[in-house]
């Protein structure tokens, strides 16, 4: 098991900003294919974005596009999520998962497709 730490959610109001982070704290960070989900309640965990193990290859929700972008810092080890032009709609807790891949680097954007995840961080925005 990686136990990865999420941080960085709160509220904010309707046209704001936050920024998620992540950290493994097991594992080796260059190695893992990583990414975004995230659930509101009563409704099913849903994809947001995804990056490769190099950070050369990304994918976002069309609901996100734009508005939200991943990156990730192998030298220290972090996952990152800007989100700007926050909507209400984006309510949710945020969950980030890490499946470790060897080979060519690959994006991954299905929840079956990850083995670890965070206990997530809720963010919560206002109109």
């Known amino acids: 098991q990686v136990p990865l730490v999420e941080s960085g959610g709160g509220l904010v109001q309707a046209g704001g900003s936050l920024r998620l982070s992540c950290v493994p704290s097991?594992?080796?960070?260059?190695?893992?294919?990583m990414g975004w989900f995230r659930q509101a309640p009563g409704k099913e965990r849903e994809f947001v974005a995804a990056i490769s193990r190099t950070g050369g290859r990304t994918s976002y929700a069309d609901s996100v596009k734009g508005r939200f972008t991943i990156s990730r810092d192998n030298a220290q080890h972090t996952l990152y999520l800007q989100m700007n032009s926050l909507k209400p709609e984006d309510t949710a807790a945020y969950y980030c998962?890490?499946?470790?891949?060897?080979?060519?680097?690959?994006?991954?954007?299905?929840?079956?497709?990850?083995?670890?995840w965070g206990q997530g961080t809720p963010v919560a925005v206002s109109s």
């Open positions: 097991g594992g080796t960070f260059s190695r893992f294919a």
């Open positions: 998962a890490a499946d470790e891949r060897s080979g060519e680097p690959v994006i991954i954007t299905t929840k079956g497709g990850y083995v670890y």
